[in-house]
């Protein structure tokens, strides 16, 4: 199993990002996805899940109405399409993959992880 991340960078306030997890070695339509993100001194957070056929998703309360999760599974892609950025949303992003279908945000759920791409949201 494996799990990339790409998209990542510096942006200003207010600016836009998209990130995208490419993954491979197992069945992708399968599996639920989650978006999380670790600042620095802080414990990983749950950002956004999206459900194996890509028809529900589900937010945090801190991204909701800016941030969008979608998923391509022809091409076992997960994107986080990220608008209205503030400083506050500097961490690292991870994307991660569930075998069983539930709603979840709790990490420990996720079995497996990419390593995760830097955002950081600054004038």
């Known amino acids: 199993v494996q799990l990339v991340e790409s998209g990542g960078g510096l942006v200003q306030p207010g600016g836009s990002l998209r990130l995208s997890c490419v993954a491979s070695g197992f069945t992708f339509g399968s599996y639920a996805m989650g978006w999380f993100r670790q600042a620095p001194g802080k414990e990983r957070e749950f950002v956004a899940q999206?459900?194996?056929?890509?028809?529900?998703?589900y937010y945090a309360d801190s991204v909701k109405g800016r941030f969008s999760n979608s998923r391509d599974n022809a091409r076992n892609t997960v994107y986080l399409q990220m608008n209205s950025l503030k400083p506050e949303d500097t961490a690292v992003y991870y994307c991660a993959a569930d075998r069983v279908p539930r709603l979840t945000i709790v990490p420990g759920d996720f079995g497996s992880w990419g390593q995760g791409t830097q955002v950081t949201v600054s004038s």
């Open positions: 999206i459900n194996r056929s890509g028809t529900n998703t």
